[in-house]
């Protein structure tokens, strides 16, 4: 049933009056058992949670029949990405999520504090919290060197990384799949992180691999996480090969066991089986014509039927089809496509434009992250982007995996995608329904809520989610946008402004092109 709305409610409060949501049940993100509750709201904060009677002046939305949750937070997110342009968020706000966290895989805007300010003045609808990208500031200081960095290299880096965690970065990230983040030794990364640990931020990464070396990685993770003396989350947490399929528990033994000796390691997900990103990096080096390295490549992934372009551009018919279909079509070998796509795009006077879903991942080992008690959800999702996690993430997740296969029970889905990633990322007043808490909410059918996006409409909006709340005020209301933009940029502790030098321009996060998530 569709949330009725009080036939004067307003975007902003009411003089002396609140915003009462009356008849829901309520999960607060604790994980507990829900309750028939009501909620008063009064601006950003909730101020009661009970039996509430609606006074003079309060705005009302009758919820009879739908779950009512904190509002979802997106672990990792590219949602920053074009923001200022379309600050309705859409494909975000559609899906329930009230603050993303960017500045991942190890790319962040520079400097944070403009960004932050750009925000205040400019205000969107979603809440932000972003982390220091060490690709970035390795990139500021070094280019694209494939060099360790000199002593004074480093110590530029550690300064900026510094000031990026004075200006409010929640912590360090890295993509050691990526250019130039790749070049970074572990020494290096240690180095940097040292920084954020020490203004009590935490490690996040896309980690150096996810294929077949995806558990030397995560011990990387954990070793950067015992030599700093920090908290770690390993990035949209995947086993991307065939080689190692089916080892999702001894991941969750590998964090308990981590845990065992005092590191505290967490995770996040996406739930789909397939990854995004450019044909370059289905093998393991840039020798694209090695035959053999695209016979394993292939092999690793399942074959070229899960290899599936999004973007051609040098023939756009060839978009939406795996290399499969197209060597049925064409008559031409599987690896002889993949080179003559890279070549048409990477060679030297070449600007074409490509980019593949690889479905390389197993049901059964994303069915066990999503039910591990330490691993949050992510979209891993740019606004407008050509995989479906961007709209889909997180009502697919409440619609496939916990009322059509029954993995995890409601009240701990939204556990995982509340309170769990507020204490991971020091949301003190976010992720909980109670009195004192901000009133970012969300309001859905969870006898209905499904995702619809899909590789084909990677933007198709998700059903069951109505009323989204943010800072006090409904981005969506009844399923429709209200254009109200009151999200926030949350900046770690006692933001102050730092003095950045008038000629220093902000830097959008970029990821390299041959990035992988």
Known sequence: MIPTICALLALAPSPGGGLVIRNGVVYDGTGSPSRRVDIRIVGDTIRAVGNIRALPGDRVIDAKGLAVSPGF????SHADGGVLQDPDAETHIRQGITTSMVGEDGFSTYPLAKWFDKLRQQPVALNFGSFVGEGTIRHLVMGDSQ???????????REMIDQEMRSGARGLSTGLEYEPNRYADTDEVVACALVAAKRHGIYISHVRNEDNHAFNSFNELIEVARRDHMPAEINHIKIASTRVW??????????????KEGEDITA???????WQSTIRVVIMTEQFDDRAQWEQGFKDVGGPENIRLTTYSP???????TLAEISKSTGKDPIDLAQEIIANCYSPGKHGLESVVVTAMSEDDLKKFIANPKISFCSDGGLHGTHPRGAGSFPRILGVYVRQQHVIPLQE?????????????????????????????????PAKVIDMA???????????????IVNGVPALLDGKFTHAHPGRPLPMGSYKPIVIAKNVQMQPAQESAGSRG
């Open 454 to 468: 899909t590789v084909e409409k990677p933007e198709a909006s998700p059903v069951g989610i109505t009323t989204v």
């Open 73 to 76: 937070i997106d672990s990792h």
């Open 315 to 321: 023939d756009p018919t060839w978009a939406s089809k």
């Open 268 to 274: 996040d997900v996406y739930p789909y089986l397939f």
């Open 413 to 445: 889905a939204i556990r995982k995608m509340t309170s769990l990633p507020a204490w991971r990322f020091g949301l003190a007043d976010r992720g909980k329904i109670a009195p004192g808490m901000k009133a970012d909410i969300t309001i859905f059918d």
């Open 147 to 157: 060099k360790k960095p000199t002593p004074a290299q480093l110590d530029q880096m």
């Open 246 to 259: 089916h080892r999702a528990d001894d991941v969750k033994n590998l964090m308990t066991e981590a845990a």
